[in-house]
């Protein structure tokens, strides 16, 4: 098992992972960071969490959902998507997400991280 990257900083339209800025939106899924082509919720769709939902239960027990500036609710069709694929979804303004992301990497869990720029 890799070890789950942390998350440095964010703003300025980007992330710090483990000490490699990142511009852009973020998704880190079985403890790898990758590009995540969203800009803001509103665009937000089924297929930006195909690869979380197609890993399933065996890498993620939830997504952690960082939806930008402030806190929203998803679109209807991510939650009723991901709760059919067995994970949990929880959902935070961006800069909570990342605070979080390492608190619950340090606690062993296994989730996915999915973080709109801000």
Request: no cysteine.
């Amino acid at each position: 098992m890799r070890q789950p990257p942390s998350i440095d900083a964010y703003g300025d339209g980007g992330f710090r992972v483990s000490g490699v800025w990142r511009p852009g939106s973020l998704l880190i899924l079985d403890d790898s960071p990758q590009d995540w082509p969203v800009t803001a919720l509103a665009q937000l769709g089924l297929g930006h969490f195909a690869g979380v939902i197609a890993a399933g239960a065996a890498v993620s027990e939830f997504v952690l959902l960082g939806t930008g500036a402030t806190q929203a609710l998803p679109p209807r069709e991510i939650r009723e998507a991901l709760r059919a694929a067995r994970l949990g979804l929880e959902f935070m303004s961006t800069e909570a997400a990342a605070r979080m992301h390492n608190v619950l990497a340090s606690e062993g869990r296994r989730f996915a991280t999915a973080l709109i720029a801000v």
